[in-house]
């Protein structure tokens, strides 16, 4: 069922003319299969809700299938999709507390195999790939720097959603972005999302100082 | 200074590193490449060796309920032939009818000559920090030793060689999981790194080269042989996947990739890593 659901995305990509590369998509294709069964055969000694975590979503495969840049009409179709997952704070107030999201910038923990049972809340880890605190060297470099962020925008209330979306779901914004979807999967909950977008973005928090 | 010592002094800087500081980092870095320095001059000062020693025994050692050493393994060159074999794996294997890469090799030959049982065999495959190595680990580093200073030289002859190559490029991209993260998110550009460590660009042949030369490895803070099976499950762990399988169908694809990546690239293992 998935194989033939991969088959039915990737046949309506091409159809709608992917301007690059059909040749490459047509081979893609015909691998498909074959790398669905390494895989079902290469992870036998664990449960099936585990299992669960290597079948792709429709915009994985996407991403997959065109290497991370989808042309146009793909393009707005997973941005339509993703943007449609953000769900908001019922009161609209998008900023929490920087100094808990301070913390949780600095933690990677939650949801690798040795995660269980849970023994801390998980974590956004933004240092793993941003810098943000100009007093925090150990940041890496996979995603942009987050220096000064909030105060290069003014604090601007619409820069404030857009971080909290970014968050939430990148690929709202920017189909098929590096960044996990943090809101989208539940991975952070909507107050941990308040608490990152505040160190971003808020006046008081050391990212802007 | 007595190798013993400098070990410890080594240890005891990465310690007190933590991490956390890009000085400290730097230092330890600095450390490291020392330590390899020393190592070019004085190669019999390498640890890792100590493991290649102990995997040389167990090799020719008879065991298991078959009380059978193994000697007579065919890792693609002839059975009992070591020298090189490494360089030319993964590889077709004609009796297993499958792909299969250095660790998938010795766990057939171990089940096949020595009678022991897959599950035993793979049930501790990874050694924990300041522990020997495990069999496995010290068996790869043996074989993938007596391949030093040669070249990578993947066999794609075969068509299941070959398939297992094109697995290993899509497995390489596809993005899965809860982090929607693939092997290409981390390893897909030059210059990039995790908090302070640096990540190799895998697609890249200059870095494949370097980076896949260097396992089996002899990992200073963990006083112990990684190998590229284990260094493979610790990717899929931070990436939010599932235990993998020892020998997986999976792992041998993405090795086939990267050594393909790698071509030409001198085999330098056991090396020295942080």
Same mark, same amino acid.
């Given at each position: ?31 498909? !299969? ?13 449960? !099936? ?68 049972? !849970? ?91 | 200074? %007595?190798?013993?010592?400098? =070990?410890?002094? #080594? ?6 590193? +933590? +991490? ?9 870095? /600095?450390?490291?490449? /020392? ?22 025994? #167990?090799? *020719?050692?008879?065991?298991? %309920? ?13 059975? +009992? ?17 499958? $792909?299969?890469? #250095? @660790? ?12 022991? @049982? ?32 040669? /070249?990578?030289? %993947?066999?794609? +002859? ?8 094109? =697995? ?23 210059? *990039? ?16 080269? @370097? ?9 200073? &803070? ?21 235990? =993998?399988?020892?020998? &997986? ?9 990267? $050594? ?15």
């Amino acid at each position: 069922m998935r194989i033939g659901a991969f088959f039915t995305t990737a046949g309506a990509a091409v159809a709608l003319g992917a301007a690059c590369c059909a040749a490459s998509l047509a081979h893609a294709q015909d691998r498909a !299969p074959a790398v669905e069964a390494a895989i079902k055969g290469s992870w036998t000694r664990t449960t !099936p809700e585990w299992r669960e975590r290597l079948v792709q979503d429709e915009t994985q495969k996407l991403c997959t299938l065109y290497r991370n840049a989808p042309p146009g009409d793909v393009a707005n179709a997973i941005r339509a999709r993703e943007k449609g997952t953000i769900q908001y704070p019922s009161d609209g107030q998008l900023m929490g507390d920087w100094k808990r999201g301070e913390k949780l910038a600095q933690s990677g923990y939650g949801w690798r195999f040795t995660d269980y049972p !849970p023994r801390q809340d998980n974590g956004g880890n933004c240092y793993a790939c941003h810098q943000l605190d100009k007093k925090e060297l150990s940041f890496g470099t996979l995603g942009p720097s987050l220096l000064q962020y909030g105060k290069a925008r003014n604090h601007a209330k619409d820069e404030v959603k857009a971080v909290y979306d970014r968050i939430y779901n990148p690929h709202a914004a920017l189909p098929c972005a590096n960044m996990p979807r943090f809101g989208a999967s539940r991975f952070l909950s909507l107050e941990q999302i308040k608490d990152l977008v505040a160190y971003v973005m808020s006046p008081d928090s050391p990212v802007n100082k | 200074m %007595p190798r013993g010592l400098w =070990i410890a002094a #080594l240890a005891v800087a990465l310690v007190s590193a +933590g +991490g956390l500081h890009t000085r400290a980092q730097d230092d330890t870095e /600095r450390e490291v490449e /020392r330590y390899r320095q020393m190592l070019k001059e004085d190669p019999w000062s390498n640890p890792g060796l100590l493991e290649a020693d102990r995997g040389e025994a #167990l090799w *020719k050692e008879k065991r298991g %309920p078959k009380d059978a050493s193994l000697e007579a393994c065919d890792l693609g060159n002839g059975p +009992g032939k070591v020298e090189g074999a490494f360089a030319q794996l993964p590889r077709f294997f004609a009796d297993a009818d499958k $792909v299969m890469d #250095l @660790e998938s090799r010795l766990v057939w030959c171990m089940e096949k000559l020595q009678g022991f @049982e897959h599950a035993q065999i793979v049930k501790r495959p990874y050694s924990k920090a300041n522990q020997a190595g495990s069999e496995l680990e010290a068996l790869a580093t043996y074989v993938a030793n007596k391949s030093n200073g040669r /070249r990578f030289a %993947p066999q794609l +002859g075969h068509p299941k060689e070959r398939e297992a190559l094109a =697995i290993g490029e899509a497995l390489f991209f596809r993005r899965q999981g809860p982090m929607d993260f693939a092997c290409a998110t981390c390893h897909g550009d030059s210059g *990039k790194r995790i908090r302070l460590q640096g990540l190799p660009y895998l697609s890249k042949p200059e870095e494949a080269r @370097e980076a896949v030369g260097q396992w089996p490895a002899y990992r200073v &803070s963990q006083g112990t042989v990684m190998t590229m099976q284990h260094r493979i499950t610790d990717c899929f762990w931070q990436m939010r996947l599932p235990l =993998i399988d020892y020998g &997986s169908d999976v792992a041998v694809a993405l090795t086939m990739y990267l $050594v393909n990546q790698a071509k030409g690239g001198e085999i330098g293992a056991p090396q020295i890593k942080r």
